[in-house]
């Protein structure tokens, strides 16, 4: 079925909101990541080794903020939307993630694609994550054994330090 000219608008402020989403994880845009996420969202992701779960924009800002971190290194790239409308004001999306995700501290480097599977709600100030979740396509952890390749990196003077952060690992599970 065709999209209505208001469907293709709403289209096209769905595909800015998971940019944006992926734009505040890498640069540490919290407070913007707070604007773009229902009151109640709804997290499951599930990797190589972990799954992490969570409700509440509290919680998934407080989750991003100190996984994504000073320390670390990050990079989300969102593919191929694939978006429809449940209704008005609802709508679904699938996309494909590639992400790098590098660790100084531990020396490693995490490789990988996901697909996500969205719910967009429409709110009075425009369109909103309601729920997010993703299922590993791959995943690969290498070493890094030298550093000094790495000449910048947006986190480590935009993420949040050490003393922001909390404790994440009521959130996440791990398995073999």
């Given at each position: ?48 080794s972990y799954r992490a779960r ?33 209704d008005d004001d609802t709508a ?56 000094s390749n790495i000449t910048y ?24």
């Amino acid at each position: 079925m065709p999209f209505t000219l208001q469907q293709l608008s709403d289209l096209e402020d769905i595909k800015q909101l998971k940019s944006a989403y992926f734009r505040c994880i890498d640069t540490g845009g919290m407070e913007e990541l707070r604007t773009l996420l229902t009151e109640d969202i709804s997290i499951d992701l599930r990797g190589g080794s972990y799954r992490a779960r969570l409700t509440g924009r509290n919680n998934m800002v407080n989750f991003i903020g100190s996984a994504f971190n000073s320390d670390v290194i990050a990079m989300h790239q969102g593919h191929g939307p694939e978006i429809s409308f449940v209704d008005d004001d609802t709508a679904k999306g699938l996309w494909y993630l590639q992400d790098i995700f590098i660790d100084p501290i531990r020396k490693t480097n995490t490789i990988g694609s996901s697909i996500y599977k969205d719910v967009y709600k429409r709110e009075s100030d425009g369109w909103k994550i309601n729920v997010s979740e993703y299922d590993r396509i791959y995943e690969m952890v290498v070493p890094i054994e030298d550093l000094s390749n790495i000449t910048y990196s947006h986190l480590s003077k935009h993420g949040w330090p050490p003393e922001k952060r909390v404790d994440v690992m009521p959130w996440l599970e791990f398995y073999d």
